[in-house]
């Protein structure tokens, strides 16, 4: 069991990863990494994050962890399989 979790971890990391390098442009530089994990709060922040795009953008990179994270579940009962 320890193994699947190192497997999810690693693969969700990494899923992580190459979404913020595939969504993580606005307007040709990357989002910041606080951007990314912290929360502005507010009212205004939150339609601030929604006209710049900011929302489906971390939406899409936390989707691309997630995808990674099931991937590696599935490599790991694959590889076990054999």
């Known amino acids: 069991m320890k193994k699947l979790s190192v497997f999810i971890l690693l693969f969700g990391i990494l899923g992580l990863i190459i979404g913020y390098l595939y969504f993580g442009k606005i307007a040709g530089e990357y989002l910041s990494v606080n951007a990314l994990f912290g929360n502005t709060g507010g009212s205004i922040g939150e339609f601030g994050r ?3 795009g900011i929302q489906s953008i971390k939406q899409n990179i936390f989707i ?7 991937l590696g579940a599935v490599v790991y009962y694959l590889k076990k399989k054999k």
């Open 64 to 70: 691309s962890g997630g995808v990674g994270g099931v």
């Open 50 to 52: 929604k006209l710049s």
